[in-house]
RNA sequence: UGACCCAUGGUGUAACGGUAACACAGCUGGUUUUGGUCCAGCCGUCCCAGGUUCGAAUCCUGGUGGGUCAGCCA
């Protein structure tokens, strides 16, 4: 290989994140022999796609890096967490197709190891009970711009604070009645180091520790330290915990031995999409008010949503690589994840005809008993899906909106005296428009053009439009759900004066009954994806039943049509 | 009137001191039995002001703007 050939293949080399080249460069210098990674939630809601964009940053550094990711549930708050919440995260990040190496951990799992480090704290005179109240605590905290005040009770002994510490635990305190706090400096511009509490009172039932505990180690005095226990290389968060690393490191350097891995925290901008909200309140208060029907519903942006909705995990893959990781604040437009999947899509998806809105065409030059099967790509992208065949008879269905008595030369569409080819099948001409009492089209009449089977115009004669069609006789009624962003505005929850609910799209889910979709569609399975031509993506629903089949819109194709003439 | 962080086209991300790249969106045009896909082209001079340097989006200083922090939440 030549010089020349060696600079070009590391041109195209993809740039690395700032984290990804932290983690080179820790590999390099031997730092670490091995990266180790985690995704901590707390189960106490379910995952959404800001969290696929850490599952993605976490799982997918150990991949790039041989490494490892470990998945930890972050339970120090045993009111505000589920096991409901557990399972729907370790069903969401399988589902994603990571798999975490080893078993699950909990924080839970190191209460002990927690309380003995308190302890040890306490005995070097780095954390001290404290009586006050939740009020006086506040209050003698200071503000950003004002130093706080010391404790009263903040010099008491070690064994003084030690025997207080271990009747805490014991149970002879109330909830509330005495916290643990580090001791480190009341003055500090750090609000966060204003003697921080490590450990509250809280007598309630632990979903995994039930009643063995009854005091329960805050985050800061956690996290850092599982991280450790966990042998973590690099502990990747979200920015607003910038502030919390100087602490992370304080209760580090207060229990790390010579010799250990020590982990670091990093911090990236979270992910905010436009056109919807992203915080756990919000969404629960959507599923709460049922404005959404759960936190599933297909125009959340949960990752138990977005699959419902007919995401794919490599859509989600694809969109988390172009939003990228850095430090700045950022809203992704959702546009972007529309073509994350719209792109899988196109490549992978089954093509199938269907007329969401039907009208019906009967061809008169077609003889009445006659049935015909013409041959169908199964997707233009993909040459080894094949082919399948769709029935034709004399009387058919075409979309609505496909017919206009008149219209202009841009409409390439069927028009009266018209001609247009039937996908795959003939071409037609329309002669004569059917209406009701109230002058609506009922029924169109046309005539086809026998030698222009499977579409072709064998005397080169051409039609601008092509259209989607069904045979009525061998129509498969299905339900159609169309989704819309569930926001009308950009950002809901960016307004001071207003509340998000109140910029809910009304128009956000539009059900449609009585479409018509080819009999291909008979033995589609809940989750089974499809391109509806020239309609969109759509997927089998998990409330279908035998007798009847619900599909949702995934997301629109693109269509410059609609696009010019808005 | 504090500390920390951030500041590149409409939206994101890159360029690691050598003269702005990629993706999405938008707009033009071409191909096409999906007004889909695909292909070609257009769309920024890097928040401001000083400084260092032969040379700065990149380094320094000062502004300005935005974010985070006053839970016994994570």
């Given at each position: 290989m030549t010089d020349k050939n060696i600079t070009e293949n590391q041109e195209e080399k993809k740039s690395l994140n700032f984290i990804e080249q932290i983690v080179e460069e820790d590999l390099k210098s031997g730092k670490h022999k091995e990266i180790i990674t985690r995704f901590p939630p707390e189960p106490n809601g379910y995952l959404h796609i800001g969290h696929a964009k850490s599952i993605i940053l976490n799982f997918g550094l150990s991949e790039t890096f041989h490494g490892k990711t470990n998945l930890r549930f972050d339970?120090?708050?045993?009111?505000?967490?589920d096991v409901e919440y557990v399972d729907s995260i370790l069903e969401d990040v399988q589902w994603l197709g990571y798999k975490w190496h080893g078993d699950v951990h909990y924080a839970s799992d190191y209460f002990e190891q927690l309380y003995e480090w308190a302890v040890k704290l306490i005995k070097d005179g780095y954390a001290y009970v404290d009586d006050q109240s939740i009020e006086e605590i506040s209050a003698s905290r200071g503000t950003p711009t004002q130093a706080g005040k010391e404790s009263p009770f903040r010099n008491r002994s070690a064994e003084e604070n030690i025997d207080l510490f271990e009747r805490m635990r014991k149970g002879e305190f109330k909830d509330g009645e005495k916290v643990l706090r580090a001791k480190i400096d009341m003055s500090s511009p750090n609000m966060h180091m204003r003697d921080p509490i490590m450990y509250r009172i809280k007598h309630s039932e632990h979903h995994r520790t039930a009643d063995k505990w009854c005091i329960y180690p805050m985050y800061d005095f956690t996290h850092g330290q599982s991280d450790y226990i966990e042998g973590i290389t690099h502990s990747i968060c979200t920015l607003e915990f910038e502030n919390h690393r100087p602490l992370y490191d304080w209760f580090l350097d207060h229990i790390y031995e010579e010799g250990r891995t020590r982990p670091r925290q990093i911090e990236f901008a979270r992910l905010n999409l436009s056109y919807t909200v992203m915080s756990k309140r919000k969404l629960a208060e959507l599923v709460e008010k049922k404005l959404v029907s759960g936190w599933d519903d297909p125009r959340m942006p949960t990752i138990s949503g977005l699959r419902r909705r007919g995401y794919t995990p490599e859509a989600l893959q694809l969109f988390a690589e172009k939003v990228g990781v850095a430090k700045r604040e950022n809203i992704i437009d959702v546009g972007l994840l529309e073509y994350s999947i719209k792109e899988h899509l196109n490549r992978t998806a089954q093509r199938v005809m269907t007329v969401l809105d039907p009208l019906k065409v009967t061809i008169t030059n077609y003889p009445k008993d006659k049935e015909e099967f013409l041959s169908a790509i199964n997707n233009p992208e993909d040459e080894s899906m094949g082919e399948r065949e769709i029935p034709f008879s004399r009387t058919l269905y075409i979309e609505k909106e496909d017919f206009r008595e008149e219209a202009n030369r841009k409409f390439f569409r069927l028009k009266l005296g018209g001609e247009v080819r039937l996908r795959y099948a003939y071409f037609i001409k329309c002669n004569e428009v059917v209406k009701d009492e109230n002058g609506n089209i009922i029924e169109l009449l046309c005539t086809y053009d026998p030698l222009s089977k499977g579409g072709k115009s064998p005397d080169g004669r051409k039609v601008k439009g092509t259209l989607h069609w069904v045979s009525a006789k061998h129509a498969l009624n299905v339900e159609v759900k169309l989704y819309d962003r569930l926001f009308s505005d950009e950002s809901p929850d960016g307004h001071k004066e207003k509340d998000f609910t109140e910029f809910i799209n009304p128009d956000s889910l539009t059900v449609t009954e009585n479409c018509k979709a080819e009999p291909f569609l008979k033995t589609a399975k809940v989750g089974n994806r499809f391109q509806f031509e020239r309609k969109g993506y759509f997927c089998v629903d998990k409330d279908s039943s035998k007798d009847k089949i619900i599909f949702n819109r995934t997301v629109p194709l693109r269509d410059s049509w609609a696009k010019k003439n808005f």
């Open positions: 339970d120090t708050n045993p009111v505000k967490e």
